[in-house]
């Protein structure tokens, strides 16, 4: 059974930052490109980066490039997401996903990330 | 950035009743391998996205074979052929052709 399994959110103050983890589990990770996406509360999927099989390539939403950096390590199954300098308009649930776009889709449950004094 | 348009936003429907929900994309998603990079998701209440449909047409495996979808250019549709009040949520279309991915504003959809 594939599972991803995302960690890492909580309370953070403007400016502060946070690394989100995501374990896999049921399928070959080192295989897929990987993603994450956010939700802010009571609002719609947004894309926020993604990277290929052996990290080596990463692409950003623009609303985060320079704060954010995707990882993973595929030796632990491990997707990482660092975010920097957060803002109150980064608060939402992040969700990690496999195979966005393609016949493996598969997405976590999401940890959620809360930006406020 | 490619701009991905749904239809209705709100959909109440009967159970039993077929529905249908609609996603236009602002360019063309067909990739030189002959696909289509979009999909449907389906968030359920406090849940996350689930996918339905992906390369447009294509049901993700443990999809129920009410849900249907098609393509036609940049039209995308989605059709379930008898609501169940297991299909509440809001579906949202995705495309994945190109950085950044974009979602539609999702379709509530709800039971009568």
């Known amino acids: 059974e594939v599972q991803l399994v995302e960690s890492g959110g909580g309370l953070v103050q403007p400016g502060g930052s946070l690394r989100l983890s995501c374990g896999a589990s049921?399928?070959?990770?080192?295989?897929?490109?990987m993603h994450w996406v956010r939700q802010a509360p009571g609002k719609g999927l947004v894309w926020v980066a993604r990277t290929n099989e052996d990290g080596s390539t990463t692409n950003y939403a623009d609303s985060v490039k320079g704060r954010f950096t995707i990882s993973r390590d595929n030796a632990k199954d491990t997707l990482f997401l660092q975010i920097n300098s957060l803002r109150a308009d980064d608060t939402a649930v992040y969700y990690c996903?496999?195979?966005?776009?393609?016949?493996?889709?598969?997405w976590g449950q999401g940890t959620l990330v809360t930006v406020s004094t | 950035d490619i701009v991905m348009t749904q239809s209705p936003l709100s959909l109440p429907v009967t159970p039993g009743e077929p529905a249908s929900i609609s996603c236009r994309s602002s360019?063309?998603?067909?990739?030189?391998?002959?696909?289509?990079?979009f999909d449907w998701y389906l968030q359920k209440p406090g849940q996350s996205p689930q996918v339905l449909i992906y390369w447009g047409s294509n049901r993700a495996s443990g999809v129920p074979d009410r849900f249907s979808g098609s393509v036609s250019g940049t039209d995308f549709t989605l059709k379930i052929s008898r609501v169940e009040a297991e299909d509440v949520g809001i579906y949202y279309c995705m495309q994945a052709l190109q950085t950044p991915y974009t979602f539609g504003q999702g379709t509530k959809l709800e039971i009568k």
């Open positions: 360019q063309s998603l067909l990739h030189s391998n002959g696909h289509n990079f």
């Open positions: 049921g399928f070959t990770f080192s295989r897929y490109w």
């Open positions: 996903a496999t195979d966005l776009g393609g016949p493996n889709g598969y």
